[in-house]
């Protein structure tokens, strides 16, 4: 019998040990089912194991615990988004994440607290068992440090070789005319609504509204995602400026400062229309700040900038809060009536507009529902991913009607595209990340453009940084087949850099690629 009680508290500590490991590695794997798995397997190891389990912890136990409150972060943040994007951790440590709140992740940070709770147990209940004073702590430590998603991401990203690229030869600037109309430009960011949903067999007729928009324009259908576009801010770079976000800094022995210019030598969306005399304006239901948006927006032309803290003051407390389903972000809806009410300015003055709109509502695992969508009126937190893409493409075809009225046959071109692929775990699982693609659609509204009739599908093997050139043909502004950063335009003749190289030879290229970074953050006045 007592063989046996030794057998079964050894079998409940494997267990727990390996529900711990599988939460850690594994950003995925369903968390209430390990979870139901550990519960069973912590009553087997405390009933078996009696008292000779409990004891007074050493102090290794605590250096155990100091571990693992410096690896809990990152086992949250790959639990949120799935994997480790290094990339865009460094780039958010970095630029700073004010204006934000985890409170909507609850889930994932329990998730994650869980799995580091679970192994302390092990390193102290074995500890006892085993008359170990430390040696169950160190192990528990390493498995701690090694054994977790973010480890695991800087390890091979160690031991993966550079390979040699030439594409900090391959940047350039883009060839710009000056046409005769020039369009207002309205740029939305569907904020993880890649083109993935437009898969009848498995999302119906989710993605219909968009097709309506592909029929008056042209669409691009085969828009993969490269490294250094997979965050919000990488996406925005990505279509307006041609290049992916690369790391300035640690990686590349750059002090750690305050970045206020952003790649202040690209020439990017707002600094072409700015010279020409648009007026460049951004909408955002975050903090203009989060990530080094409001950089790189102040860099590159944008100078009406309305974030989170200029929106409350446009409306009442009561619709703020009826918005406010995050505590950091305002639903869809609010921030498109916002945009149409910048609009509504902007247009006075009779100057062309460069007008973006960031929306935020399938973002990933937790979405958001605009107040529309809602029975009470309140902007919420839905774990449906489905149903938060289709209230945000409700929103977005009332703001896009509202907006025909207001614009009054003034020349524009609407741009819809998915600032990056979803974040969240369950749909990435789903379809081979290799095979996923974003949404880009261009359509006109009292324009005539001179590429891509209405309907027009192009299926050239591109990647975000293509959006750029691609937009600066289409408006008139640069040649079919101009170049634009490392974009290269998709009216073009010429394969992409993707369709050349690859995405997989391209990814390995931009990480890590320290003189493509060097170029990219280089100012030639310092």
Known sequence: MKLNRHRLTFLGLVLLLATSLATMIIPDIRGKTVGQVAAWSLVLSVAAGGAAIWGRPNRWFFATCAVGLLVFPFVAIARIFGRIDLMSLVFHFQFGTEGTTLTIFEVEM???????????????????????????????????????????????????????????????????????????????????LERTFANRDTYGSLYEPI????????????????????????????????????????????????????????????????????????????????????HFLETHGVTEI??????????????????????????????FDASLRVYDQLVVSKDPILLTIETFGPHGSTATLSRRCTADGLSVLSPNLESAVACT????????????????????????????????????????????????????IGFEPQLGRAGSVGTLPGSMIDIYPSLLAYIGRAAPDNAAGL?????????????????????????????LADVLWRSEAE
């Open 393 to 444: 493409l409700t929103v977005l075809d009332q703001f896009l009607d509202d907006f025909v009225l207001r614009s009054n046959g003034r020349p524009t071109v609407v741009v819809l595209l998915s600032d990056h692929l979803n974040h969240d775990k369950e749909f990435q699982s789903r379809q081979p990340y290799a095979e996923r693609r974003n949404t880009a659609v261009f359509f006109p």
């Open 306 to 335: 309305t974030d989170r803290s200029v929106i409350e003051d446009m409306y009442s407390a009561e619709e703020i809060a009826a918005a406010d389903a995050t505590g950091w972000v305002l639903g869809d809806q609010i921030v």
């Open 110 to 192: 329990r998730e994650a607290a869980f799995a580091v709770l679970v192994l302390l147990f092990v390193a102290y209940a074995a500890s006892n068992l085993y008359t170990l004073r430390r040696g169950g702590y160190v192990i528990a430590i390493a498995m701690l440090v090694v054994l977790n998603t973010m480890s695991l991401s800087l390890l091979h990203s160690a031991v993966r070789p550079a390979v040699e690229s030439d594409l900090h030869q391959r940047l350039v600037q883009p060839a710009v005319t000056r046409p005769s109309v020039r369009p207002d430009i309205i740029l939305v960011y569907l904020e993880g």
């Open 211 to 294: 097709g309506v928009y592909e029929s008056q324009g042209v669409s691009f259908t085969n828009i993969a995602q490269i490294e250094g576009t997979t965050w919000s801010l990488g996406g925005l770079v990505a279509t307006q400026c041609g290049v992916p976000i690369l790391h300035n800094g640690l990686l590349y022995h750059n002090d750690f400062v305050d970045q206020r210019e952003f790649m202040p030598d690209r020439i990017c969306l707002g600094d072409v229309t700015s010279a020409m005399g648009y007026r460049n304006a951004f909408v955002v239901g975050g903090d203009k700040a989060f990530g080094g948006i409001d």
């Open 487 to 515: 974009g290269r335009s998709l009216f073009g003749s010429g394969p992409t850099i993707l369709a050349e190289k690859g995405l997989s030879r391209l990814n390995q290229e931009l990480v890590p690629n320290a003189a």
